[in-house]
């Protein structure tokens, strides 16, 4: 979400980024994860969201990989295209894999008409994924993430519900999988072996149809053996904001009302997907208390379990959370609560929330609880329309 803070004209993080990255680099996270980074200057989570492509001049993009850096831990770019959940305001076309548009009711018009990729430029979209990760290398980056998660574009190759393809992008898991794993072979073999890089995936989209957990459990059987360093398991899209706790489907819900009791809302599947994995799994959503986060990490009888929890809305509300667990100090983060009907105005309030507190931290104050939701998301509208108007300016040059 701090990827949409103002950034410098061009697309270009700038010093609320710095400040903001600054405080939880002295927090003490081992690994800090960026927001999006987007890799098609048309094609953008939101008016603020930073662009890195190739040609691109490195020289902040060095300043922020420093700033992350100086607490002592690692700072990888999360790497991402929206696809279809591009808002209308940016003024630009969305691309799918077939133009399925979002469904959010009469929140709906809210978002850019789609229309689904050609197969040119399906592989244009694959060279910009390698060219942002060679990019985040040469500016001092220790990796990147490939966002494939919350109905970002990768999510919508994956998932049958937007993805209705009949070539070899679409129809069986293996051809919706394609992209995905066609991105990490591009990136992958364009950076250095020690170098990280990452896969951010849904355990399911929560929405009947949709991809679901016998499908990440495949997923990720496919990327063993091609270098992944990390898989963070997450769930939902704008559709169904599960990664808030708050899955559109009932069905869905009840399922899995076990972990989201237990505030952890993906662990249980990330512990049976780490059985498959090769690689470190990481879990993250809803992680609050100190506790949460020790069984969380607690391996099964088997040996099999997560090694990485995701603590990103607690660090916007504490952004020294790490050390002060690590200290036995805070060891519960309260959260920003909506407590709307609507699943799509909640998780947008519930952003807007956590955008409020990211504001006022990157101004160097303290996060505060976010105010009201209703105050929150109307600043939101406010800040991204004017953003909008930026952004516009700048890809009318």
């Not at 929140?107 to 979209?125: G, K, W």
Request: charged residues 20%; aromatic residues 8%; hydrophobic residues 40%.
């Amino acid at each position: 979400m701090e990827e949409n803070l103002a950034v410098q004209p061009g697309q270009y993080p700038g010093q609320k980024l710095f400040g903001l990255y600054r405080q939880w680099a002295d927090g003490g996270a081992g690994m800090i994860l960026s927001g999006n980074v987007m890799v098609d200057p048309s094609a953008l989570t939101g008016p603020g969201g930073v662009v890195l492509q190739k040609g691109t001049d490195l020289a902040p993009f060095r300043q922020w990989a420093q700033i992350g850096k100086s607490g002592g831990g690692q700072f990888w770019l999360q790497i991402s295209h929206p696809g279809r959940q591009l808002y209308k305001s940016m003024g630009e076309t969305a691309v799918s894999p077939s133009g399925v548009a979002l469904n959010l009711g009469k929140f709906s018009s809210m978002f850019a008409p789609v229309r689904a990729l050609e197969a040119d430029e399906i592989e244009t979209i694959i060279t910009r994924f390698a060219d942002t990760a060679v990019a985040a290398e040469e500016a001092g980056f220790d990796g990147v993430q490939i966002h494939g998660a919350h109905g970002y574009l990768v999510s919508q190759f994956l998932s049958p519900l937007t993805n209705k393809r009949d070539d070899q992008w679409g129809g069986s898991l293996e051809n919706r999988a394609r992209f995905l794993l066609r991105i990490v072979d591009a990136v992958r073999g364009r950076v250095g072996p020690s170098f990280g890089v990452g896969i951010k995936l849904n355990s399911a989209d929560f929405q009947r149809g949709g991809f679901d957990f016998d499908d990440a459990k495949q997923v990720v059987q496919s990327l063993k053996g091609k270098g992944v360093d990390c898989v963070e398991l997450s769930g939902g899209s704008y559709e169904s904001p599960a990664m808030q706790g708050n899955p559109a489907d009932e069905v869905e819900q009840e399922q899995t009302s076990s972990t989201a009791a237990r505030e952890a809302y993906f662990v249980d599947f990330a512990r049976e997907i780490a059985k498959v994995a090769d690689m470190p799994i990481m879990v993250t959503g809803g992680i609050t208390k100190l506790a949460v986060a020790q069984a969380a990490l607690a391996q099964d009888d088997q040996g099999f379990g997560v090694q990485i929890l995701g603590i990103a809305r607690a660090m916007a509300a504490n952004p020294n959370l790490p050390k002060d667990w690590k200290n036995g100090a805070h060891a519960e983060v309260s959260l920003p609560q909506v407590g709307w009907s609507s699943a799509a105005l909640k998780g947008l309030a519930t952003m807007a929330l956590t955008k409020a507190q990211i504001e006022r931290m990157a101004k160097g104050k303290s996060a505060g609880d976010g105010g009201s939701p209703v105050v929150a998301l109307l600043a939101d509208q406010w800040r991204a329309a004017k953003r909008a108007k930026n952004y516009r300016a700048w890809r009318a040059v």
